[in-house]
């Protein structure tokens, strides 16, 4: 018996300095396994007297048993220990300040969108809104654009179901106001998506336009004039900017002119069309063209944004560059 007391002492002091497992499953298997110190003594018992076996074997067990509870506490102290180094390694440090959180903005046509609804507010104009897929009467025909007329030459049109159409302006905005409107006077601005086929630095196939539209007794091309003269030096905040009336070619005004303003480097730069609302148009919308006049106006709010903010390329405001959105939120 004293040999087993000494084995299960220097058992027990050999997992008392086990640094890490690997070296305290050693410890075990030396004295526990099956060729391990402990075990060897069992086969002695054979040699034994009946009444010694069973003292001798009784005391084995006891230091086994010593032993194996010495073992699982220091296994646990090493298991304790590795968490504790590795939670003390993924530590929060909870002093810190949390991540920032990020804030959206709004686009920069849309920024440009309210910038011009928000001036013709202040000239009395209000807001009107339509459907971007529209039937050939609004697109076309109640603006003076027959089946048969050279204008539809003019615009590559998208095509759906039942001869609809992506809208290509918004001016059947203008239609359906004026329709459900019935009697003049009318005074209004007409945002939105438009779609023609078309893509490159300075076209997409999916553009925003707004058209203003005034409609009533003596309106004349002066009013006109001066609208959108006072309209684009507040946009660009120059009271000193030229503005210049071209005169062009509409089917839905006559006279029609472009509108060009004098950018920085000296030379003109289109920034729109307008004219006087064509007679056959108010007509087409029940409004007698003898008694009252309106003009038109259209402007390309993607353009106003170009240059509101110096960018020389139209498909970077829609191709979801966020690193290039955020600069005008």
Not at 35 to 49: D, I, P, R, V, Y
Not at 191 to 212: C, K, L
Not at 280 to 288: P, S
Request: aromatic share 10%.
């Amino acid at each position: 018996m004293e040999n087993a007391n000494r084995i299960v002492a220097a058992g027990i002091a050999a997992i008392e300095a086990a640094a890490d497992q690997q070296t305290l499953e050693l410890v075990k298997a030396q004295y526990l396994g099956k060729t391990g110190e402990l075990n060897a003594l069992l086969k002695q018992l054979g040699q034994m007297s009946p009444e010694e076996r069973k003292t001798v074997g009784a005391h084995i067990n006891e230091c086994k048993n010593r032993f194996q509870t010495a073992y699982n506490a220091k296994r646990d102290a090493l298991n304790e220990a590795k968490l504790q180094e590795r939670l003390a390694a993924e530590a929060l440090d909870i002093t810190l300040p949390g991540r920032a959180q990020e804030q959206g903005g709004l686009h920069p046509v849309t920024l440009t969108l309210q910038r011009v609804v928000e001036l013709f507010h202040g000239m009395g104009f209000e807001v009107a809104d339509g459907p971007e897929i529209e039937d050939d009467f609004h697109n076309f025909q109640a603006l003076n654009i027959p089946q048969d007329h050279p204008a539809r030459a003019m615009q590559d049109t998208f095509y759906v179901e039942n001869g609809d159409v992506l809208r290509t302006h918004t001016s059947p905005i203008q239609i359906r106001y004026m329709l459900n409107k019935k009697e003049p006077p009318i005074r209004i601005i007409a945002p939105g998506r438009v779609y023609r086929v078309d893509s490159d630095a300075t076209h997409s196939p999916m553009f925003h336009q707004a058209e203003g539209l005034w409609v009533e007794e003596g309106v004349t091309f002066a009013d006109l004039k001066a609208v959108f003269t006072d309209f684009i030096r507040r946009f660009f905040e120059r009271d000193d900017l030229q503005v210049r009336f071209r005169p062009s070619f509409f089917p839905f005004t006559e006279p029609s002119a472009e509108i060009d303003i004098m950018g920085e480097n000296g030379k003109w730069l289109e920034v729109g069309g307008c004219g006087m609302v064509h007679p056959n148009v108010l007509k087409n919308v029940n409004i007698d063209p003898e008694k009252y006049t309106g003009f038109a106006f259209g402007i390309g709010l993607d353009r106003f944004a170009m240059l509101r903010y110096g960018v020389n390329d139209l498909r970077l405001f829609f191709d979801n560059d966020l690193a290039f959105l955020k600069q005008f939120s």
